[in-house]
Each structure stands twice: as C-alpha cells, then as structure tokens.
C-alpha cells in the first residue's frame, strides 16, 4: 500500500522538526512498479511526488478514474472501507454491538428513492465515472490479495466488494442535523423559558420570531432526541463546520492574475478528511482535494478556473409532529384521515453474535420517524433535501472540474445539490465571482425555526429555489469575494436561507486585511489564511479599558498583560491563554449572576459565547466592571493551577493542542504503531487560522489549505495535516503534519515538467493483455525487467 518508509510517532515535544523537503527526497528510494491490471483499456500512469500527491495521466475517462479510485484505495482502504460501512449502516459487523444504533440510524436515512433518478440528477456522466471509480477500488483490493493494511489485520475482517451505488450513499452528519438540532433547542427553549427569553438567549441571525404553532405541544420534544444522530464518535465529525474561502482579482495582485485561497475547516483527523490527487486525461487536467472514497476534485483547479467553498449554513431540514392513532400506533393523520406508515425491517449482522439484530424503520410522508411517543400518540418525522434526487454530497464537483469560464461553472453547480456551500470562483481572464448553492426548500407559510404539525398540510415544501435566487457576486467593485459561515442575506431579501450563521469576527478580519490593498502576493495569502489576530479579544479588552476597571494589586500584573498585549493568538503567547481562560470565566459568571436560576440549566446548553459578548452592552457599566474583573481573577486561578504560577511563561499552545490519534489504537502498542501525538496550535474558533475543541483543545481546524496562482499554476500551495497516506508505515502517514503547524505549505505542482522533477514514484498500471506472460488464474505477475513487484493483480 504505497511507500513503507517509517514515519515520526509518538507523543514528543509539539515543536518537532521536520526534514527539508529536498533532503526528504534526495533520501527517499526511488520505486518504480508495473502492475497488469484487468479493467482498464489502456496504460495509466501514477507520478507520486515528494509530497505524497499522485498524478495520474491516462487516455482515457474511464481509464483516469480507475486510476483514481485505485491509488486512492492505495493510500486508504480502511478509511474508505469505514466510509462505506458507517452509511450502509453496517459497523456493527466488524466493530460490534456498540455500533448497533448508529447502523440502525444510517439505515433509516438511506435514499429511499429512484436510483435512476438519482443517477440522471448527477453530472453529466458520473455513472460511467462513479462506475470507473469503483471498479478501480475493487481492483486494490483484489491486488492486495492477503496482504491488506493493518487495521483489517486487527480487527480481522476484509473489505467488501464496492458497488457505483455506495458512492450515492448520503453524507448525514452533524453538518446537516444542525437545522433539526436548532429547531429542537428553540423547542426546548419556548417551552420553558417563553418565547421572549428564547429570542434573548438564542437569537436568530437575521432577527425573526419563530412561527410558534398552537396544534405543536413544544414539550418534551428535547434535542435529546437526536442523540442517536451524534456519529462524531465515529466520524469524528462536527455540528460547526465552518471555512474561510476568498479570491482577488488581477487588479489586486502582484501579478496581474487572480489569487484564491480556501482552508475548509474540518475535523483533525488521522488519516485526514481530504486526499489530493491529480487527473490528467482528454479534457481532464484538475488537481486538488475531496474526499478519498468519492472521484473528482472538490476543491482546486483546472487549467482555467479555480474554486473553493464554505458551508452556507442552508435550513435544509424540517421537524414534523405527526399524530398517531391510539388504535394503531403504525397509522398517522394526515388531515381527517389515518393513514398506514411505510415498515422496513432489517437485518443487522453483528461480531460475536450468531443471529443478526432486527430493527424496524419506519417513514411517513415527510420521511423517516426519528422519535415516538406511544403514551402521548406523537411522533417526529425528518424531512430533509437527502431524500431527493441527486443530493449525494460533493458528486457535483464533476461538473465543476471540467467548467472552462463562469457560465459554464454556473451551469455545473445547478446540480450542486448537498451540501450547500459558498463556491467562490476565479478564471485565468481575470473574473472573480462567488455564489450560494445548495438545495433550499421553499416554505410559503413558515420559517423553519420550530417543529410543525405534519397532519394539517399547510406545512410543506413547494419546490426549490432556483440559483438564479441565491446569493451571487461577478467581478464586483471592490475586486475581491470572500466567505467565512457569515450571514450572506443580502438585506431585505424575501428569500429566508437560514438563521443560525457564524459571527462576523473572521470575514470582518479578511475583508480588513484586503480592503484597499494592491500588489497582493502568494506569500500575503499564506499569512492570511495562517493569521491569528482577534478582533473578539481586542473587543473585551478595549471594553475593560474603556470601563477603566479598577484592579486589586494581585490582578493588576493580569490587566497589563492584557492591555499590553497585540491580540495575536500565537501558540507562544501568554496573554492569549489568559484571554482564553478569561473568556471561559466570564460566560460561567454572567450565567451565574444574570440568568435567573429556573432559566440557567436551559441557557447554559444552549448560549453561546457571542451572544454573552452581545448581551453585555444591555448590562450596567458597573455590572459589566465587576463581571469582567471577577472572572479574570478567576481566570488567574484557574490559568495558575493549570500553567503555573508565573503568568509570563504560560503558552497558549500548552492548552491548545490537536490531537492526531488513530480510532484503532486502542492500547500501548497500537498507539505506538498509529498515533502521531499532539501538536500545540495557535488561533482560536473566531480567528482566520479556526481552531477549537472542548477544554482549550483542539480538535477542528483547517488540516487542509489551499492557495491557488493564476497566473502560475505550479506556484500554487498546499498543506493536508497529517499526510497523504492512511498507511503507518508510508513516510506520507505523518509527514505534513510539522509543517502544518510551523504554517507552512507544499508546492502543488500541475505542469508535468514540474511533476517530473519531483516525482519519487512511478506506478504504471497496464492491462493484462499487455502482459509478457500467460495469465490463467495466477494471483501474481513480474515486471520482465526484472522491478520486484508486490501485490500484482491479473
């Protein structure tokens, strides 16, 4: 599986240095392998260069995407195996029992619908593609024979035969549960707490009040009900997914081209989320990232345009309250009629039991019940854009990877159904655009914030909005677009996108650092998408000194700290881990003392840290004097029994760490084999460089980066933490991972002079007729110039 150089593991100190990249390759031996392979037509060739990115150049389209999907197994079949098996719900087979209600789960929110269908509303030729990809998987595995990665090894299990359809399998994540989650919090709140508090502690962005609905009894109906949906622990994923993505145009370059940057923002994974590749065929030539187990490139560019994205945080999901028949608990009201629930029964296979485990799904006409209540004759039915046609995450990417100029790029992302995204644009003539995509259902009588009832009809769907009626900008004045998860509702627009939006705090700092600006270089984007400065901290700090804060002599030394300080999150800097610990404190104290103690438990899982910063200006100016300086006091304490005693020598890094750590490793000498360890990190959730997770950590940031020259393709950049290979004995396993921290990049090489130059490994595959020798059913056949193969398929 690739190269099997060791890697750097373990827990060491996080500031481990890495080899240059040119000694890197100068050590690096040379491997040149042949492998006869049946189903492709012609040869396909892979250059890996010294960065673990493969190129492949092939005749044909087939023939590339085999390529792809091959190389992709190469460098991460467990990872793609799980992929697989966490949609098609069938985890509990080889992981066991634990994973029974998340199998039952990703059964029940399986499309349901009609695969032609499905398959018509993809790109233009993603079956034949789709189909290309997953015979090139099943040809690895074939080729792996006995000898797969270690992970099957320990848990004793083999991959499954791939099949196109697996590649249509829905992405339900967190990312998509956060809509029916906010609506389950409003719920919650309102019945509680009362709409107007609601409105206080969880305000809507743009300002709306929820359409509360008298048939709805919002009680009971807790967000505790979507635990089942909770994979993180699975796909390590998040409910925040979040992006900076922005381009400038030639005006405001240095070379009189456009720029582009975009670092999704993702959870820090081992192996990572993202796998970079390059595809070079007739009328094919893109390079970039996606993800390993789907064909194409999600983000990159072609040889005219570039694209990259943020989540646009569509409302793409509704809750309806269906009322059951006390007579018949499978029977539901659809107006003055009972009408008979649709009944799947599955069977799930599960290690270490000899009978399967059944499961009864059921679904009415808004989709799949998520929660019942016998008792109360109540259930809740999920609707969301999954269920329709074409709505398999990031396939629409194909499209986009042969788009030639805006036009055709607009065209490509009307098939862009999930999920919704800011795409942002740039194209060798100079033209910068952005523009919302995604499915966004119409509600005429609603706004989506609350469950609704799902009997009375005056709740449903009616159709789509079209793109011409997203959020869009071409070319605009100021010569730049940028997106970070802010509210993109232009003001007055009729159309409702959604109503929980990132804080402004990271395209404020973008558009801050662009605005104005001529002569931006490549170097300029690299400390842009790396930068660190906190404009949420300069706020509470110029706040405390506005206040003039009276100090006592213990926490005089913590306030010059503060005042003295340059508002960068750096991982070396200690008035950012006091500020950290600080902003923790004063959330826990305005709780404590400005929420009453009957609204407190509901406020607390559901206010957050922006809107404390908001609701301080409706305080006093004596109450927010001794809020702040009490909780800095605190803060001391706290920051003391952690760092220590002298507040100079704490280290934001020494709290902030991303932790790189394999599912599997599950005791010493495993942990020994997988884990990479920990590496200290600067920023936080609401700088440029996004970094955050629970207890000061860090486990969600941007472990891919990109930053896109025009006007030189292989002066383009990337980094993908912690590297490109999922294999702990490959060099690649771990070897982006130092840079990543210093924040700094790889070449993303595209010309194949370029790509010549730094290649470490030639892979051709050939056709088996091609072979020099008769093949019948042997497993194995050498290259005649006498290569040692390994793993050759026939």
Not at 61 to 88: H, I, P, S
Not at 510 to 538: H, M, N, P, W, Y
């Amino acid at each position: 599986m690739g190269s099997e150089e060791p890697h750097p593991t373990g827990n060491g100190p996080q500031t481990r240095e890495s080899e240059p990249a040119s000694s890197r390759a100068e050590a690096s031996r040379w491997t040149e392998e042949v492998l006869y392979i049946h189903g492709i037509q012609a040869p396909v060739e892979v250059l890996r260069d010294e960065w673990g990115v493969p190129h492949i150049y092939a005749t044909c389209t087939e023939d590339l995407f085999f390529g792809q999907g091959f190389v992709a197994a190469q460098d991460r079949l467990y990872q793609m195996e799980m992929w697989r098996r966490t949609r098609t719900g069938e985890l509990s087979e080889v992981l066991g029992s634990s994973h029974i209600e998340h199998d039952r789960v990703a059964r029940l929110m399986k499309y349901r619908g009609d695969i032609e269908a499905d398959w018509s509303s993809c790109s233009q030729g993603a079956r034949l593609i789709v189909d290309s990809f997953t015979r090139g998987i099943n040809g690895c595995i074939d080729t792996c024979g006995d000898n797969l990665p270690i992970e099957f090894q320990l848990l004793g299990f083999k991959p499954k035969t791939w099949q196109p359809e697996h590649c249509l399998l829905r992405q339900f994540s967190p990312t998509i549960t956060f809509n029916a989650a906010q609506e389950l919090a409003r719920a919650d709140m309102i019945s509680q707490i009362g709409l107007e508090d609601t409105l206080k502690y969880m305000p809507t962005d743009p300002p709306r009040s929820p359409t509360v609905v008298p048939e709805v009894d919002l009680s009971k109906i807790s967000p505790a009900i979507l635990s089942p949906f909770d994979f993180s622990r699975t796909l390590n994923m998040s409910d925040h997914d979040g992006s900076n993505c922005w381009a400038v145009a030639g005006e405001l370059s240095s070379t009189g081209k456009p720029l582009l940057a975009s670092d999704p923002h993702r959870p820090l994974m081992l192996p990572s989320l993202r796998y970079v590749c390059h595809l070079i065929a007739p009328q094919w030539n893109v390079i970039g990232a996606g993800e390993p187990s789907l064909p194409g490139i999600a983000l990159g560019h072609n040889d005219r345009i570039a694209f990259g994205f943020t989540v646009a945080q569509f409302d793409q999901t509704d809750l309806y309250v269906e009322t059951l028949s006390k007579d018949d608990a499978q029977q539901y009201r659809v107006g003055d009629d009972w009408v008979k629930m649709s009944v799947a029964r599955e069977a799930i296979s599960v290690k270490g039991r000899n009978e399967a485990v059944e499961v009864v799904l059921k679904f009415t006409r808004h989709g799949p019940i998520i929660w019942e209540n016998i008792e109360s004759n109540r259930a809740l039915a999920l609707r969301w854009t999954g269920e329709e046609a074409g709505a398999a995450a990031y396939l629409g990417c194909l499209g986009v990877d042969q788009a030639h100029d805006w036009a055709s790029f607009c065209s490509a992302i009307r098939r862009w159904r999930m999920p919704s995204e800011n795409m942002i644009y740039a194209d060798v003539d100079n033209n910068i655009g952005w523009i919302a995509v995604g499915l966004l259902p119409i509600r005429q009588n609603w706004d989506g914030l609350l469950p609704v009832p799902g009997s009375v009809g005056r709740f449903e769907w009616s159709g789509f909005r079209g793109i011409e009626e997203m959020p869009q900008e071409f070319n605009p004045p100021r010569r730049y677009v940028a997106s970070a998860n802010h509210n993109i509702v232009p003001t007055g627009s009729p159309v409702d996108i959604g109503f929980d939006w990132k804080a402004s705090y990271r395209i404020d700092r973008i558009r801050q650092v662009l605005e104005g600006r001529t002569s931006i270089t490549v170097e300029d984007f690299k400390l842009l998408q790396t930068d660190e400065f906190s404009l949420r901290a300069r706020r509470l700090v110029t706040l405390m000194r506005d206040l003039q804060c009276p100090t006592s002599q213990p926490i005089q030394h913590a306030v010059a700290i503060l005042n003295a300080w340059d508002f960068v999150l750096a991982q070396n800097s200690a008035p950012a881990a006091l500020f950290e610990i600080w902003l923790s404190r004063i959330r826990s104290l305005f709780l404590e003392r400005h929420v009453n103690e009957f609204q407190r438990n509901v406020a607390r899982k559901y206010l957050q840290t922006e809107t404390i910063v908001q609701l301080l200006q409706t305080l006093s100016a004596d109450d927010v004097r001794t809020l702040l300086m009490d909780a800095l006091t605190s803060a001391v304490q706290e920051g003391s029994a952690r760092l220590g005693p002298d507040m100079s020598r704490w280290r934001w890094g020494a709290l902030h760490k991303a932790r790189f750590y394999h599912s599997i490793a599950s005791d010493s000498n495993q942990a020994d084999t997988f884990d990479i360890g920990d590496f200290e990190c600067g920023g936080d959730e609401e700088t440029v460089n996004s970094t955050r997770g629970p207890d000061y950590g860090c486990n969600y940031g941007p472990s891919y980066r990109q930053i896109i020259d025009l006007a030189d393709w292989d002066r383009s950049l990337f980094i993908n933490a912690p590297g490109q290979s999922g294999d702990p004995r490959s060099r690649h396993y771990g070897d982006h991972l130092c840079l990543w921290q210093r924040k700094e990049y790889v070449p993303l090489l595209y010309s194949r002079a370029a790509v010549e130059r730094h290649t470490i490994q030639r892979l051709t595959l050939r056709p088996v007729c091609d072979s020099p020798h008769e093949v019948k059913n042997s497993s194995a056949v050498r290259d005649a110039s006498g290569v040692e193969l390994t793993g050759t398929q026939t």
